[in-house]
């Protein structure tokens, strides 16, 4: 493979070389020191003394011999990938193209080294389109090497991400015994925004660490390896996870805004899954630890109302708005610990247990099957969704919800906010709706949830005739009927797992009619024939303290992911045929 005349410009152009920053500087020197191990011994004297002095570091002693040696014979390619090697570790581009072009000129050497370099040299210099050809052919040479794989990816990443990809199945085909590159390699996957990529590569890495711990390498940082770990699952709402994630993360020699940040995930986590207390005990630890404290008082202010706490709320708020009164959230967190000072809403605490069993239709313009129910994306750019249900029986701490009935619109089905409008019936009392409004917060404890808009209208849901059809009206605002679909047996034909706040089990059924107006009567949207589904709720607080709705995890990534997999599994919920496949 020669060098184009436009690589070597790009190479000789540059007389100031910036050093390489993070990963990339992590990746190269990496890469040398395996080439370094890689080199075939000589028995000539000045090549054996070259190779003894590269790897105690003398790198100029190394330099001196083998340009002496090159004076005697120009054509030695060893020795110029070896002062290839220590120009570049020098960062000494230039130079180093320079020997690694005379190496490759010169026919380079069976594990194509000088190519390897030139690569390297290339990647540092940013050019990763020329860097690839060369990498490549670095990896060709040498399939099963580790450090060339890491720099192949790198630079496709820039240049060639599905090529990344199929070269990171390739890496994963390695023995995991270099942990330092499936560490570096994970790391930087996170940067390109690969979270399941870069899961895999650090999975792979706490397992060895906990296999072999005397056998890792320093350039390891367990505690910036568990903490993205703990990242990557907060972010996937896998909160139990996060926690075993973090409390791995040691406890010596970290700074105080690691130890910080550690504090407000785990604190954050515990809330998630229903341990408030615990919870506000990390928070209020945080707050007292690190530079600045401003995310810790806004994520406490939010805990002592969720723990009931009203005026610990309210100390945190003060002083978060002494110490940081532009934070746009402070004005938001100060309005919302004040709503809850109202004496209605102080009557009905944070937190309690309860239960909801009846059923419940949404109506959508989306395909059948529904997209956005097996985690997926809507069918349109749009998705007006509205949910109706009946609540038979329930109840929340005290309020009595026996024979609720309400109806949420959206415009974007799948979030886990609050819906944009709530109508319920005229005869539907202010408690009630706090304690709707409060089961609505348990589907996601982290973010505040505010019913936007709340419309009292006369508010029918009935099953017509005890029959499969069953329609809701509220008069001049919404109409929907819909018929469920079922076999000679009367079983239904199209019942799957899906994602939904009130059930994991979902049928999918005929949409009869889906109409909609604004309050002058006009008509806002008619789906109807579109997509609808059906479920039966059961549903109570440990459901979701527990882990096991599907609509915990949803991350939209087109599919069900790895965890709602294995709660379907688990839970062995049925799945649509052909439905089996996982997320991308």
Same mark, same amino acid.
């Given at each position: 493979?020669?060098?184009?005349?436009?690589?070597?410009?790009?190479?000789?152009?540059?007389?100031?070389?910036?050093?390489?920053?993070?990963?990339?500087?992590?990746?190269?020197?990496?890469?040398?020191?395996?080439?370094?191990?890689?080199?075939?011994?000589?028995?000539?004297?000045?090549?054996?003394?070259?190779?003894?002095?590269?790897?105690?570091?003398?790198?100029?002693?190394?330099?001196?011999?083998?340009?002496?040696?090159?004076?005697?014979?120009?054509?030695?390619?060893?020795?110029?990938?070896?002062?290839?090697?220590?120009?570049?570790?020098?960062?000494?581009?230039?130079?180093?193209?320079?020997?690694?072009?005379?190496?490759?000129?010169?026919?380079?050497?069976?594990?194509?080294?000088?190519?390897?370099?030139?690569?390297?040299?290339?990647?540092?210099?940013?050019?990763?389109?020329?860097?690839?050809?060369? %990498?490549?052919? @670095?990896?060709?040479?040498?399939?099963?090497?580790?450090?060339? #794989?890491?720099? *192949?990816?790198? +630079? !496709? $990443?820039?240049?060639?991400?599905?090529?990344?990809?199929?070269?990171?199945?390739?890496?994963?085909?390695?023995?995991?015994?270099?942990?330092?590159?499936?560490?570096?390699?994970?790391?930087?996957?996170?940067?390109?925004?690969?979270?399941?990529?870069?899961?895999?590569?650090?999975?792979?890495?706490?397992?060895?660490?906990?296999?072999?711990?005397?056998?890792?390498?320093?350039?390891?940082n367990l505690t910036t390896l568990f903490l993205d770990l703990a990242k990557i699952r907060f972010s996937q709402r896998d909160y139990w996870q996060a926690l075993q994630d973090l409390a791995r993360v040691p406890n010596s020699g970290t700074s105080a805004q690691v130890k910080q940040e550690v504090l407000l995930f785990t604190g954050q986590s515990?809330?998630?899954?229903?341990?408030?207390?615990?919870?506000?005990?990390? %928070?209020?630890? @945080?707050?007292?630890?690190?530079?600045?404290?401003?995310?810790? #008082?806004?994520? *406490?202010?939010? +805990? !002592? $109302?969720?723990?009931?706490?009203?005026?610990?709320?309210?100390?945190?708020?003060?002083?978060?708005?002494?110490?940081?009164?532009?934070?746009?959230?402070?004005?938001?967190?100060?309005?919302?610990?004040?709503?809850?000072?109202?004496?209605?809403?102080?009557?009905?605490?944070?937190?309690?247990?309860?239960?909801?069993?009846?059923?419940?239709?949404?109506?959508?313009?989306?395909?059948?099957?529904?997209?956005?129910?097996?985690?997926?994306?809507?069918?349109?750019?749009?998705?007006?969704?509205?949910?109706?249900?009946?609540?038979?029986?329930?109840?929340?701490?005290?309020?009595?919800?026996?024979?609720?009935?309400?109806?949420?619109?959206?415009?974007?089905?799948?979030?886990?906010?609050?819906?944009?409008?709530?109508?319920?019936?005229?005869?539907?009392?202010?408690?009630?709706?706090?304690?709707?409004?409060?089961?609505?917060?348990?589907?996601?404890?982290?973010?505040?949830?505010?019913?936007?808009?709340?419309?009292?209208?006369?508010?029918?849901?009935?099953?017509?005739?005890?029959?499969?059809?069953?329609?809701?009206?509220?008069?001049?605002?919404?109409?929907?009927?819909?018929?469920?679909?079922?076999?000679?047996?009367?079983?239904?034909?199209?019942?799957?797992?899906?994602?939904?706040?009130?059930?994991?089990?979902?049928?999918?059924?005929?949409?009869?009619?889906?109409?909609?107006?604004?309050?002058t009567g006009t008509v806002e949207w008619d789906f109807s024939r579109r997509q609808a589904n059906f479920r039966f709720i059961d549903l109570d607080a440990q459901d979701y303290a527990s882990g096991n709705m599907l609509f915990e995890f949803q991350d939209g990534v087109g599919f069900f992911n790895e965890k709602q997999m294995e709660l379907i599994k688990n839970l062995q919920l049925p799945l649509l045929s052909g439905s089996t496949r996982a997320a991308p």
């Amino acid at each position: 493979m020669g060098v184009s005349r436009e690589v070597l410009t790009a190479v000789s152009d540059n007389a100031r070389v910036p050093r390489l920053m993070g990963v990339l500087l992590l990746a190269t020197v990496q890469a040398l020191a395996a080439l370094l191990g890689q080199a075939a011994p000589s028995e000539d004297d000045v090549l054996r003394q070259a190779q003894t002095d590269l790897n105690k570091g003398r790198l100029e002693n190394a330099r001196q011999s083998l340009t002496q040696a090159l004076q005697k014979d120009p054509s030695w390619t060893v020795a110029h990938i070896l002062l290839g090697r220590i120009s570049l570790q020098s960062d000494e581009l230039n130079k180093a193209a320079a020997e690694f072009t005379l190496a490759i000129r010169l026919g380079d050497d069976a594990a194509k080294n000088a190519q390897y370099g030139m690569g390297l040299v290339l990647l540092q210099k940013f050019a990763y389109k020329d860097a690839v050809a060369f %990498l490549a052919a @670095a990896v060709e040479a040498q399939p099963r090497d580790l450090p060339r #794989l890491y720099a *192949l990816i790198s +630079a !496709e $990443l820039e240049t060639d991400p599905s090529h990344a990809r199929q070269h990171l199945q390739q890496f994963n085909s390695v023995s995991p015994d270099r942990p330092e590159i499936s560490y570096k390699l994970g790391v930087l996957l996170l940067q390109y925004q690969m979270p399941h990529e870069a899961e895999a590569e650090l999975r792979r890495v706490a397992r060895f660490v906990e296999q072999r711990p005397l056998d890792l390498t320093p350039t390891v940082n367990l505690t910036t390896l568990f903490l993205d770990l703990a990242k990557i699952r907060f972010s996937q709402r896998d909160y139990w996870q996060a926690l075993q994630d973090l409390a791995r993360v040691p406890n010596s020699g970290t700074s105080a805004q690691v130890k910080q940040e550690v504090l407000l995930f785990t604190g954050q986590s515990l809330i998630a899954v229903g341990r408030v207390t615990q919870g506000v005990e990390k %928070l209020k630890e @945080a707050t007292q630890t690190g530079e600045s404290n401003e995310i810790a #008082l806004l994520r *406490l202010a939010w +805990a !002592e $109302l969720l723990a009931n706490n009203l005026n610990d709320a309210k100390d945190a708020v003060r002083k978060l708005q002494a110490e940081w009164l532009q934070t746009p959230e402070a004005g938001e967190i100060a309005a919302l610990v004040e709503r809850e000072s109202l004496p209605q809403r102080a009557a009905i605490p944070w937190s309690q247990d309860w239960h909801l069993k009846g059923e419940g239709l949404v109506c959508c313009p989306c395909k059948t099957p529904c997209p956005c129910r097996s985690n997926g994306q809507p069918s349109q750019p749009h998705c007006e969704a509205t949910g109706a249900y009946r609540i038979v029986r329930g109840h929340y701490g005290k309020v009595r919800l026996d024979n609720f009935a309400f109806v949420t619109v959206d415009a974007n089905m799948g979030t886990s906010r609050a819906p944009l409008t709530l109508f319920v019936d005229q005869r539907a009392t202010d408690e009630q709706l706090i304690a709707i409004e409060r089961i609505y917060q348990a589907f996601n404890p982290l973010q505040p949830v505010i019913f936007p808009t709340i419309v009292r209208l006369r508010l029918s849901f009935v099953n017509i005739d005890n029959s499969r059809t069953y329609e809701v009206k509220v008069p001049g605002r919404l109409h929907l009927r819909i018929e469920r679909q079922a076999d000679g047996q009367g079983l239904p034909t199209m019942q799957t797992a899906g994602v939904d706040p009130f059930a994991n089990i979902l049928e999918y059924s005929q949409n009869l009619i889906y109409k909609a107006w604004d309050e002058t009567g006009t008509v806002e949207w008619d789906f109807s024939r579109r997509q609808a589904n059906f479920r039966f709720i059961d549903l109570d607080a440990q459901d979701y303290a527990s882990g096991n709705m599907l609509f915990e995890f949803q991350d939209g990534v087109g599919f069900f992911n790895e965890k709602q997999m294995e709660l379907i599994k688990n839970l062995q919920l049925p799945l649509l045929s052909g439905s089996t496949r996982a997320a991308p």
